[in-house]
């Protein structure tokens, strides 16, 4: 998660705020992730609080929002935010989202992981 605060933006596009690439097929290899590519960049997550746009800007644009990655096990299914295909992302106009880290104490932790891991309520 990366946190900005009192940002601002001059002439900025939409479109050209973020592109947030998704996961290296190439990352799926038998030791680090089995048949599964790694994911970290579906689990990207942007908050903007206080931000100030002037000249052009994004239709989206409100002070506090939020940015997370095209995460179609997710993403779709937040009712405030809105798809974005050029930044290959979704725009958030909420301030509750977050992001669960789990640290591993085990001794291979490095060659095994357990990921992803759904919260369901």
Request: proline share 7%; with cysteine.
């Amino acid at each position: 998660m990366v946190e900005f605060y009192d940002t601002e933006f001059h002439n900025v596009d939409g479109d050209a705020l973020a592109w947030l690439m998704p996961p290296n097929t190439a990352w799926a290899n038998i030791k680090d992730c089995g048949e599964f590519p790694c994911t970290a960049p579906l689990n990207v997550l942007f908050t903007f609080e206080d931000t100030s746009f002037t000249g052009s800007k994004p239709s989206w644009a409100t002070n506090d929002f939020q940015i997370i990655a095209n995460n179609t096990g997710f993403a779709p299914y937040i009712d405030t935010c809105e798809p974005s295909t050029a930044m290959n992302a979704y725009v958030c106009q909420a301030d509750k989202l977050g992001v669960l880290l789990f640290e591993s104490e085990d001794e291979d932790k490095v060659d095994r992981s357990l990921q992803p891991i759904y919260v369901a309520k």
